[in-house]
């Protein structure tokens, strides 16, 4: 069954650091998402990206970050200049929009800021 | 902005009995989902609703969404220790945002 990979599954980084978060998407999806969950609790939306750009970011989703489609596989979260409050869980998301169809998770990055 | 609430954000049930949790969301989409989270794990789809009167069922738990009253609904019926997960809706904003509410957190008790 297809499904969305993420890695590393736990990156721990020094302040300041920048990281970067990757993500393989199913392959036939078109429409692709970044979210973040601290500690349990409500899964916080960050971004989305369609056809090579982003559709929408949240006011979490600054300067500090960005998001790539490099090679037409992976689909890449980086954190600029990370900092403790950035620690958290990082879900991919992907999904076709088609008919009853959801959006498909990946396991998360956990990313552990020191 | 889309908005996304849900409530209660814990529900504590004894075995057997039935409860409902509410997601009510701000702008008109045509798209709502419901996920199961267990402590540590992704997001495991349960449901997609498409249209107004959608209901779909599956096991002891049923979903249905009324698009006029912007309302979905998950329904748990003779609650069985297995549930014990944290129930996510999320809602399809205009702009592919898909956002999600808080979450609520239900323990099933002998």
């Known amino acids: 069954e297809p499904e969305v990979t993420q890695t590393p599954s736990h990156q721990v980084t020094q302040m300041g650091q920048e990281v970067i978060l990757r993500c393989v998407p199913i392959?036939?999806?078109?429409?692709f998402y970044w979210y973040r969950q601290i500690l349990g609790q409500k899964v916080e939306f960050l971004v989305s990206f369609y056809n090579n750009e982003i559709s929408e970011k949240s006011e979490i989703f600054d300067d500090q970050f960005s998001v790539e489609r490099p090679d037409g596989s992976n689909f890449t979260l980086k954190i600029r200049s990370t900092k403790l409050e950035d620690s958290a869980m990082y879900f991919c998301?992907?999904?076709?929009?088609?008919?009853?169809?959801?959006?498909?998770f990946g396991q998360g990055t956990r990313l552990t800021v020191v | 902005e889309l908005k996304v609430e849900q409530n209660p954000l814990f529900l504590s049930m004894q075995e057997g009995k039935n409860y409902t949790i509410y997601c009510n969301y701000s702008t008109t989409s045509d798209r709502l989902y419901w996920y199961r989270q267990d402590p540590g794990k992704s997001l495991e789809s349960l449901f997609v609703l498409l249209s107004n009167g959608a209901v779909k069922q599956e096991g002891r738990l049923m979903a249905s969404l009324d698009t006029k009253a912007r309302l979905s609904t998950l329904h748990i019926t003779a609650a069985v220790h297995d549930l014990s997960a944290t129930y996510f809706c999320a809602v399809d904003g205009n702009n592919n945002d898909m956002r999600f509410g808080a979450g609520t957190r239900l323990t099933v008790k002998p």
């Open positions: 998301a992907s999904s076709d929009k088609g008919m009853n169809t959801e959006a498909f």
């Open positions: 392959s036939n999806h078109l429409y």
